[in-house]
């Protein structure tokens, strides 16, 4: 495509180009004209999306094995406190 400094895709399948010398220009993808450059697009697309939700999902995976952890403490306090005082905080009053 020649001197391109950045491609995105809109979602309405329009893909933008911004060339060296400050153009820009928008091709239709949906066209039957374009279907090879689609496929290109596609091949490069997929894979740095797979990289990134696979990221999001480390994170995610981190987080959630975190909570846990937390969760479990949070337990292990709430059923010391409660052999602690069985009849719960009631406070006698006078």
Do not use: C, W
Not at 34 to 54: A, C, G, Y
Request: charged share 25%; aromatic share 4%; net charge positive.
């Amino acid at each position: 495509m020649g001197n391109v400094v950045q491609a995105n895709v809109d979602p309405t399948g329009y893909l933008a180009l911004l060339f060296r010398d400050g153009h820009l220009e928008l091709i239709n993808l949906s066209e039957e004209k374009h279907r090879e450059l689609m496929l290109v697009v596609v091949e490069d697309v997929i894979p740095k999306f797979k990289q990134l939700t696979s990221g999001q999902k480390r994170k995610i995976e981190n987080r959630i094995k975190f909570l846990s952890q937390v969760t479990k403490e949070m337990q292990k306090i709430a059923a010391a406190l409660s052999t602690s005082n069985p009849k719960g905080s009631q406070r006698q009053t006078q």
